[in-house]
């Protein structure tokens, strides 16, 4: 048995400063990653400071036009939200292509964007680890890697972010709200996970003793079109192979606005920069596209068995892109 601390906080503030007494404490909502961790001996916290009954369960608008979305919505209410199935459409197919209803029922927003990987050497002990224990080594690299990373890797570690809502949150440029001991600061959510580096153990931006308290989205484009694909083995409960979040605008039949996000291609979401820049003001033309993806995918670094993840994500975003930009698709 590992012996551990729990205790419920009253409210943010409480919980921020048992954060800040205890280190090593860690904080609990629906816990659907952190308690499978803990089974696995992966996570060891010496405290669970249970924040799932905190006032931060809330979607509001905001005075802008967007929305905010409170850490510990559960899935199943943010997919279900009439203001997200209106405004946001892209973000309830995200959320409904994760897990299954009843993990859904349980999971939170704040939850799902610090989701650990699901690297197979990370989640076994037995084995080493630079994301569990840095120095010891990445044995994925030589290993079992299929499903994991060809984009933003380092030689320390080559494993994916798991999450389908951060893809989503990622292209509709979404910022992350944090409260911890010195008070509240806010970061774009593209830049919030980390990569590996030389330093793989660190996911996020997440400081000692923080919080993720909401979500915000900007008001969405006017007249965007949007779509979550998303490529597993299977059609429920499994983690993507590669996943698209892409929101488009045109104009006299150019592309105008465009946000590409892809998931299970590198440690975070990862926000085509490259390739939407190559898009704008040019015709959605599959052959554009094409040449666009092409670009984006040249900084790749695929291992022997996962080098097919770049013809599979350039081919999704040319389908995708093209659909979105066929009026016939959206009459």
């Not at 799932?52 to 409170?70: F, N, Q, V, W």
Request: proline content about 8%; hydrophobic content about 45%; glycine content about 8%.
């Amino acid at each position: 048995m590992m012996p551990f601390g729990y205790t419920r906080p009253a409210d943010v503030a409480s919980a921020v400063a048992l954060l800040a007494a205890h280190p090593g404490a860690l904080a609990l909502a629906g816990g659907t990653n952190l308690v499978d961790l803990m089974k696995l001996g992966v996570e060891r916290p010496a405290l669970l400071v249970d924040i799932a009954r905190l006032p931060l369960d809330r979607i509001e608008a905001t005075p802008a036009g967007g929305l905010r979305i409170g850490a510990t919505v559960r899935n199943s209410d943010l997919a279900a939200h009439p203001l997200v199935r209106e405004r946001y459409p892209l973000l309830a197919e995200a959320v409904l292509a994760g897990a299954s209803g009843q993990l859904r029922n349980a999971a939170t927003t704040g939850g799902n964007l610090l989701q650990r990987t699901r690297c197979l050497y990370f989640q076994d002990v037995s084995k080493p680890c630079n994301k569990r224990r840095p120095g010891t080594g990445c044995p994925a690299r030589t290993g079992v890697h299929r499903d994991l990373g060809v984009l933003g890797t380092s030689e320390h570690c080559v494993a994916t972010h798991p999450s389908d809502l951060a893809v989503a949150l990622v292209a509709l440029d979404a910022t992350v709200r944090l409260t911890g001991p010195d008070g509240d600061r806010t970061f774009p959510l593209a830049a919030f996970h980390r990569l590996p580096g030389d330093s793989p153990e660190r996911d996020t931006e997440l400081g000692p003793a923080e919080l993720v308290t909401a979500v915000e989205l900007p008001p969405p484009p006017a007249g965007a079109r949007s779509v979550y694909r998303k490529v597993r083995d299977r059609a429920s409960f499994a983690f993507a192979t590669c996943s698209l979040a892409a929101l488009l605008t045109l104009r006299d039949g150019r592309v105008d606005t465009v946000r590409l996000a892809f998931g299970a291609l590198a440690p975070r979401p990862w926000r085509a920069l490259t390739a939407e820049a190559a898009l704008h003001g040019q015709p959605a033309t599959p052959e554009v596209i094409g040449r666009a993806l092409a670009a984006e995918l040249a900084a790749a670094r695929p291992l022997p068995d996962n080098a097919f993840k770049l013809t599979l994500a350039r081919r999704l975003a040319v389908r995708e892109l093209v659909r979105l930009a066929d009026p016939q698709e959206h009459r």
